[in-house]
């Protein structure tokens, strides 16, 4: 996507924003306007041609958007653009039009597809996005019935529209939450009729409530609720095959620290779950850099790195951990995404310190040597690894990325290999 292209898009969310914003003032104020003596009917015309002017704009600017898309979009597009249209009309200038003012509350179609797009954009969040989209309706649904409840009540007098405001929030609330103190009560048959639908209503979202808020709670941080889960199945784990104290530290230091960095979902299963094309662009992204900092991969083909990054399988060490020992075989190399490791000899001298970006254990990719030196994590370490067979058979399709190895891997180690064969 070019400059203009995301400048584009960007002003479109801002625009969009913007009439969620006017929808949401809109959907307090027209109700408003149906109550007696509750509005000036100077700033009504004032209000009304301003909604025309935005409405209208966002009508058009809808319109273009909807020309851009596919013929599939724009036939889902069509019910949003009928109803762009009807908010948009000025309707206020039609002889006995008060009633069809309630026609701008259409607008509030577009308010959902927003909440839509953000819940599906912010998968993560979506059960937070969720109770603040209940809450949403909510707060705009019990200041309609306040504005139903005052005009059934004969209006609201010059001078005291407020208290009249208050005292009909106050009954809307009680009644909507079955609180109902009773102090205020319907007495014409309109205003029983009234009150039933609303205790019915608030029937309803009480029962809602009861039934999901405790689980919109508890799921707000979903990835803390499955922390908290594994721990406990880790605990008992534990404490039933009776493990050294000294263990059981050190497996609860290695889940507090994937917690803490947000790891609990496995790297591998989440590449998996993407289509082939996004899955090559995250893990070039997040080690085609890595990869080419060793230098037996910096003549490689882009090819060869792209395989080379969707075949590297991550790995956590903590504070302490040997990632090799001196004297095993070894049999995978290993790249240092974060984190320090030093390179310690069979007498426990430290010969050399690696952070962020580092590489080790190379050579293992070439012959089937004992470790010449052991590596231990300095501080928690995120690292990749790419094992032996792996390699081979990535090479084993690349013959002229083989043959350049073959000659720096003798070059810098001065070792005879032979790569590419099966």
């Known amino acids: 996507m070019d400059d203009s292209a995301s400048e584009n898009q960007f002003l479109l969310r801002i625009w969009n924003v913007l009439i969620a914003l006017a929808a949401t003032a809109t959907a307090y104020y027209i109700p408003l306007t149906q109550v007696s003596g509750f509005m000036d009917s100077r700033f009504e015309l004032t209000v009304e041609a301003l909604l025309t002017v935005l409405f209208g704009l966002d009508f058009v600017v809808q319109l273009w958007q909807s020309r851009t898309s596919s013929a599939s979009k724009r036939g889902r597009q069509g019910l949003g653009l009928a109803l762009d249209l009807l908010a948009a009309f000025p309707l206020y200038l039609v002889p006995g039009g008060q009633i069809l003012r309630l026609l701008r509350l259409l607008k509030l179609y577009r308010v959902g597809q927003g909440m839509r797009r953000l819940g599906t954009l912010h998968v993560v969040h ?164 890595l990869i080419k900092n060793v230098p037996l991969f910096d003549s490689a083909s882009d090819a060869f790195v792209r395989d080379v990054a969707l075949n590297l399988e991550p790995f956590v060490a903590l504070p302490g951990d040997y990632i090799v020992r001196v004297g095993e075989t070894g049999r995978e190399m290993f790249f240092l995404s974060r984190g320090t490791v030093e390179v310690v000899s069979q007498d426990g001298t430290t010969l050399n310190s690696l952070k962020d970006g580092d590489f080790f254990g190379e050579i293992a990719l070439f012959l089937d040597q004992s470790r010449s030196a052991s590596v231990r994590a300095v501080t928690a370490c995120d690292l990749y690894t790419l094992d032996k067979p792996m390699f081979e058979r990535i090479v084993s399709t690349y013959p002229e990325v083989a043959k350049t190895m073959e000659v720096e891997a003798k070059r810098r180690y001065g070792v005879d290999v032979e790569l590419g064969e099966e």
């Open 126 to 289: 979506g059960t937070a996005l969720r109770l603040m989209f209940f809450l949403y309706w909510l707060a705009l649904g019990i200041h309609w019935i306040t504005c139903g409840w005052i005009e059934l009540t004969g209006g609201a007098n010059p001078g005291s529209t407020q208290v009249a405001y208050v005292d009909a929030l106050y009954w809307a609330t009680s009644t909507i939450t079955t609180v109902g103190y009773g102090d205020i009560v319907p007495v014409t048959l309109g205003q029983k009729v009234f009150g039933i639908g609303v205790m019915m209503l608030g029937v309803g979202i009480y029962a809602y409530l009861i039934g999901n808020i405790a689980s919109l709670i508890s799921n707000l941080d979903p990835v803390r609720a499955r922390y908290m889960r594994q721990r406990e199945r880790l605990g008992a784990f534990m404490q039933y095959r009776e493990l050294p104290m000294a263990l059981r530290h050190r497996i609860q230091r290695y889940f507090d620290y994937v917690w803490e960095e947000r790891l609990v979902s496995d790297e591998s299963e989440v590449m998996q779950s993407l289509p082939p094309s996004l899955r090559e662009e995250v893990a070039l992204f997040l080690k085609r850099d």
